[in-house]
């Protein structure tokens, strides 16, 4: 790749935006998981099972929570942020 082409990692299809355990970043981008890419497509996975998407970001939050807990026990992880970040950004609109 050249120095003035644009980086397409995180659109590259066939790179799945997961997370990096114990870190809880993206493997494609860095960005804290569920990075933007990953909650759009976490949305359209779920698009017809909202209470299935809800279900899933609770245990990924359960996970994550007592990862990065242990990674810091000192400073762990603040519940109102890890909230927002897990299941914040997927409830309907008109309830935020």
Same mark, same amino acid.
């Given at each position: 790749?050249?120095?003035?082409?644009?980086?397409?990692?995180?659109?590259?299809? /066939?790179?799945?935006?997961?997370?990096? +355990?114990?870190?809880?970043?993206? =493997?494609?981008?860095?960005?804290?998981? #569920?990075? #933007?890419?990953?909650?759009?497509?976490?949305?359209?996975?779920?698009?017809?099972? +909202?209470? /299935?998407?809800?279900?899933?970001?609770?245990?990924?939050?359960?996970?994550?929570?007592?990862?990065?807990?242990? %990674?810091? #026990?000192?400073? /762990?992880?603040?519940?109102?942020?890890? @909230?927002? +970040? @897990?299941? /914040?950004?997927? =409830? #309907? =609109?008109? %309830? =935020?």
């Amino acid at each position: 790749m050249s120095r003035t082409a644009p980086d397409n990692r995180a659109t590259t299809p /066939g790179r799945p935006h997961l997370p990096l +355990r114990p870190l809880w970043l993206c =493997r494609v981008c860095a960005a804290p998981w #569920p990075c #933007p890419v990953a909650r759009l497509t976490l949305r359209q996975e779920y698009a017809h099972d +909202r209470v /299935g998407l809800s279900v899933y970001l609770c245990a990924v939050l359960h996970e994550a929570a007592a990862d990065l807990y242990r %990674l810091n #026990p000192h400073d /762990g992880p603040d519940p109102a942020a890890l @909230f927002t +970040r @897990f299941l /914040g950004w997927a =409830r #309907p =609109r008109h %309830l =935020r």
